[in-house]
């Protein structure tokens, strides 16, 4: 409970003492897009929920603030039995979504909504950033197999697990990290590392090696000395262990020009019998490479996709933001150089043409209707999850139905692309009502 | 302990089948540096140590193992035993270092320092980033105080965690993250947020507020509205309480055009006899912005750097390895295209010129003695961590001492610079001699 921003604390030193628990609304947006991304996949809302509702602060964290002598200990009492008892309305996981959009509302007393911003920020901002990213490698992978191969270069343990996570609810197939193969329920996968080559006197002993212990499921790595060289051994191993019934399931290749060699080897492959066996390829892979493979008609299977996708190499980090819409029943907004914001509790509507693909949104003042489906669903009240909250795999299901859906230009992943989204009327008029009323204070 | 590779766990399943546990030696080195970093600081070695002294699968990972039936059960037997009884020789955190220089050495049973690899370059490998990131901040911030405010943009709780300490490590005051302060023992810093003003009929009721609940320590934020102004309302509300003993630390500005709005501010506040008031400025800062404002003489005394710092905006991965080097006392080395490595167990010499600036590095074959100061040094013996294993702040100290000692053409953060490193002819011979014992096999 204490990953949050010290100045979370002192704020709600300051509401407890004058006494400001009324309801509060905040909610989350994505400020602006991207250069590289013409849309974004939400992601991350039930790590929000599962933080929600386990806030506590633990005797230890209480003692620890009690050191810092910085805050009095009617304070401290208060954040003992402090809890999160409000509401949450928010886009389903895997819904695309633009610049401006709400994404996530939280209806509390003014103190719990204020504290969980730096987490809740956290926890949206990244898994959405992955899930953005893998949508594109989905987009041009044109079926083939994506596994996640991100682990060590994620951004810390969490990193590597949300990052899983986000990837499979945007397509890909599954993870090499095991941990998140356990924790969320999705299919790993393993091939071998260069050094398990290494430690044999030769890659035809780590071959024989690792097939004899995984007989039916075997992947070898054949670009530690010499691809095309490892190819032919491959060939030579398989006939020799045919007639005991072993087969070769896959070869990896991590390094030089993925299209040359990975067509070698096909070559070689299929030459030698080995018609069935698949290619995987990996190494520094991200969308630009997949689809330059793709459209080359390089015979690969499946791709491996670790670091860029993990990091989210191109577009690292979103503007986004978790902003004071109302307290007390009066909408609010900020209007700080550039980070101008939309005040009042918001929906989002969506309309579709006749063959079921997006054409515009609109942001309206929730309980208005402007015509389309309405977006933000409720998601926790008064502190729970509803039992409408969706599985990872209802996530993914959406994402594999929505993500189609986006207009053609949307999804080059070369080519910039706007789309149309309205702030309706009753948002603009209660902006200027906002202004109005604050200009007259101090 | 399920934070690795599923190919780890096979590899491991198959060295135990083969009783293949004689002693390998593992080595964790930068393969190139990113176009921006003309150094890397060295960081995450004490996070290593903790995770390799922990090392352990609990009966819940275990019977997750075997849930998925992909391993024998002699296999998880052996896993519940495995501990990590190893020696690691590192760079201490804080140094300086270059590409394809040995920055961590493994020596352990081939298992043991296999299975922790994916680990250990998540450790590594992010720590070093913003280590890396933070150092250029502080080389252009002239003194001034920087202080990481990137948690919520951070990947993941644990990347806002690391980065925050990685920052102190490299030079920074301290941090806005509650537990890292906590976790790490570093002083921790608050303002206030928007959502504060909002929350108030006015900014002089909230900035009374506030002041009010912490008259010694409080930074009031004067942008939510017009930041010009609120300077103006911030000198009459200082006058209204002047008599009280009640005095204004700091003003913090997160938007806008900080050169311009700094020195707006600092003329309104100087003016109305708020001297000693401090301006804080925040808003999408990195090294590139900072240097523009310290050169251009705004007059800004402290600066929040979150974003860009966290995910090491501009660079936000290092093309990092760890590779076997050695196995039952044969030198190895991979030699996929673009991906060559260097075998035998390193050791990296450090020379200096008479003034104590860094002039070259030389990587040659352990147990030589080239000239300079050797820089790998004891980390962990039989699994155990020495005493001389450094403490945070003793890495700090390193790193202060360490970086200005960098050539000066290397301390630029806009211009590309090389520093000599050799690759020394005891390695280079080892080298050829691994190649003609491999290319005689198969």
Request: proline share 3%; charged share 25%; glycine share 8%.
């Given at each position: 409970m204490l990953l949050t921003d010290l100045y979370q604390l002192t704020m709600l030193a300051a509401y407890f003492e004058r006494g400001m628990e009324e309801t509060a609304v905040f909610e989350f947006f994505v400020r602006r897009l991207p250069e590289r991304r013409n849309f974004l996949v939400a992601a991350g809302l039930e790590q929000v929920v599962e933080y929600l509702e386990a806030?506590?602060?633990?005797?230890?964290?209480?003692?620890?603030?009690?050191?810092?002598?910085?805050?009095?200990?009617?304070?401290?009492?208060?954040?003992?039995?402090?809890?999160?008892?409000?509401?949450?309305?928010?886009?389903?996981?895997?819904?695309p979504f633009f610049a401006n959009e709400p994404v996530l509302r939280v209806t509390a007393p003014l103190p719990q909504a204020q504290l969980v911003e730096s987490r809740l920020i956290n926890l949206l901002h990244f898994q959405t950033l992955v899930a953005s990213k893998a949508a594109r490698c989905v987009r041009v992978a044109g079926g083939r197999d994506l596994i996640d191969f991100g682990f060590r270069r994620a951004h810390g343990a969490e990193a590597g697990l949300l990052a899983?996570?986000?990837?499979?609810?945007?397509?890909?197939?599954?993870?090499?990290?095991?941990?998140?193969?356990?924790?969320?329920?999705?299919?790993?996968?393993?091939?071998?590392?260069?050094?398990?080559?290494?430690?044999?006197?030769?890659?035809?002993?780590?071959?024989?090696?690792?097939?004899?212990?995984?007989?039916?499921?075997?992947?070898?790595?054949?670009?530690?000395?010499?691809?095309?060289?490892?190819?032919?051994?491959?060939?030579?191993?398989?006939?020799?262990?045919?007639?005991?019934?072993?087969?070769?399931?896959?070869?990896?290749?991590?390094?030089?020009?993925?299209?040359?060699?990975?067509?070698?080897?096909?070559?070689?492959?299929?030459?030698?019998?080995?018609?069935?066996?698949?290619?995987?390829?990996?190494?520094?892979?991200?969308?630009?490479?997949?689809?330059?493979?793709?459209?080359a008609g390089a015979p690969v299977d499946s791709f491996g996709v670790g670091t860029h996708l993990d990091v989210s190499a191109d577009a690292p980090y979103l503007?986004?933001?978790?902003?004071?819409?109302?307290?007390?029943?009066?909408?609010?907004?900020?209007?700080?150089?550039?980070?101008?914001?939309?005040?009042?509790?918001k929906q989002l509507f969506r309309r579709y043409d006749e063959r079921g693909q997006l054409l515009e949104d609109e942001i309206v003042i929730e309980g208005q209707d402007c015509g389309g489906s309405a977006l933000i669903e409720p998601v926790m009240r008064l502190g729970k999850r509803?039992?409408?909250?969706?599985?990872?795999?209802?996530?993914?299901?959406?994402?594999?139905?929505?993500?189609?859906?986006?207009?053609?230009?949307?999804?080059?992943?070369?080519?910039?692309?706007?789309?149309p989204v309205q702030v309706g009327p009753s948002v603009l008029a209660l902006a200027e009502a906002v202004d109005r009323r604050v200009d007259r204070v101090d």
């Open positions: 806030l506590r602060f633990t005797p230890a964290e209480l003692e620890w603030l009690e050191s810092t002598q910085l805050f009095a200990q009617r304070f401290l009492q208060r954040l003992e039995g402090l809890r999160f008892c409000g509401d949450v309305d928010a886009l389903p996981e895997g819904t899983a996570r986000a990837a499979y609810l945007s397509g890909f197939t599954g993870t090499a990290t095991v941990e998140a193969a356990r924790r969320f329920g999705m299919p790993m996968f393993g091939t071998m590392a260069h050094s398990f080559v290494q430690a044999h006197a030769g890659e035809v002993a780590a071959f024989r090696h690792f097939v004899a212990c995984f007989p039916s499921h075997n992947t070898l790595l054949i670009d530690t000395y010499d691809t095309a060289r490892a190819a032919h051994k491959v060939v030579a191993f398989a006939a020799s262990v045919r007639a005991s019934g072993v087969g070769i399931q896959a070869v990896r290749i991590d390094s030089g020009d993925l299209d040359q060699e990975s067509r070698a080897v096909r070559r070689i492959l299929d030459e030698g019998g080995l018609g069935d066996t698949r290619i995987f390829a990996s190494g520094s892979l991200d969308e630009y490479e997949i689809e330059k493979l793709v459209q503007d986004c933001a978790y902003k004071l819409q109302e307290y007390a029943g009066n909408p609010t907004r900020k209007r700080s150089s550039g980070k101008i914001t939309l005040p009042g509790r509803l039992d409408s909250l969706q599985t990872l795999t209802q996530a993914r299901e959406r994402a594999r139905d929505s993500l189609p859906r986006l207009p053609v230009r949307l999804q080059s992943i070369r080519e910039h692309a706007d789309y």
